[in-house]
Antibody, heavy 125, light 108 residues
Framework: QITLKESGPTLVKPRQTLTLTCTFSGFSLTTSGEGVAWIRQPPGKALEWLALYYWSDDKRYSPSLKNRLSITKDTSKSRVVLTMANMDPVDTATYYC?????????????????WGQGIPVTVSS | RAMTQSPGTLSGSPGETVTLSCTASQSISSNLAWYQQKPGQPPRLLIYDASSRATGVPARFSGSGFGAEFTLTISNLQSEDFAVYYCQQYGNWPPTLSFGGGTKVEIK
């Protein structure tokens, strides 16, 4: 059974760097085809993809946020870490850690079948 | 690639059939997923590849479309189906995954 859980601060100040950790189980990020991503959702708004870490150590970022994001993994502890620099109140959102579905035919098929419960992050001074 | 969903809100009665639309700003072949989100919960994958149901998804949920126009149809609407539905495009490289703005299905 695949599970993912987000952890980190729920309140950060403007201009600070946010660091979120996703701890997962039920799969290995060293297995071909596996991937873990981060998606966020501002209150009452739509979903926004942020970053993706592939089994091959390939990392991909949202073009609009790539200059602020970094995604890394700790294979030994089944964790993926997202950092987002220079936080602003508009970054207030629930941040989700998600598992890339293995149902796709190719590496281009990126959709998500398991989601963490999400962690609400507020940016305020 | 921008994704546009319509309508923003859809009212339906239990037992009815409702149709949700998702339009891509350019052709995405059949590279489209649908998610259902209930208040206070993370989204749940319903459909991928435009028309394939995810594991455990009831047959009353069906997806169709190709290119830039897609629909999610919910037949025999059940009380547990009242939620917000999002579409998501994929399939390009490097990935620029994007979601639609959502359609809220509410009780009439």
């Amino acid at each position: 059974q695949i599970t993912l859980k987000e952890s980190g601060p729920t309140l950060v100040k403007p201009r600070q760097t946010l660091t979120l950790t996703c701890t997962f189980s039920g799969f290995s990020l060293t297995t071909s085809g596996e991937g873990v991503a981060w998606i966020r959702q501002p209150p009452g708004k739509a979903l926004e993809w942020l970053a993706l870490y592939y089994w091959s150590d390939d990392k991909r970022y949202s073009p609009s946020l790539k200059n602020r994001l970094s995604i890394t993994k700790d294979t030994s502890k089944s964790r993926v870490v997202l950092t987002m620099a220079n936080m602003d109140p508009v970054d207030t959102a629930t941040y989700y850690c998600v598992h890339r579905s293995q149902e796709g035919y190719s590496g281009y098929d990126i959709f998500f079948d398991y989601w963490g419960q999400g962690i609400p992050v507020t940016v305020s001074s | 690639r921008a994704m546009t969903q319509s309508p923003g809100t859809l009212s339906g009665s239990p037992g009815e059939t409702v149709t949700l639309s998702c339009t891509a700003s350019q052709s995405i072949s059949s590279n489209l997923a649908w998610y259902q989100q209930k208040p206070g919960q993370p989204p749940r994958l319903l459909i991928y590849d435009a028309s394939s149901r995810a594991t455990g998804v009831p047959a009353r949920f069906s997806g169709s479309g190709f290119g830039a126009e897609f629909t999610l149809t919910i037949s025999n609407l059940q009380s547990e189906d009242f939620a917000v539905y999002y579409c998501q495009q994929y399939g390009n490289w490097p990935p620029t995954l994007s979601f639609g703005g959502g359609t809220k299905v509410e009780i009439k």
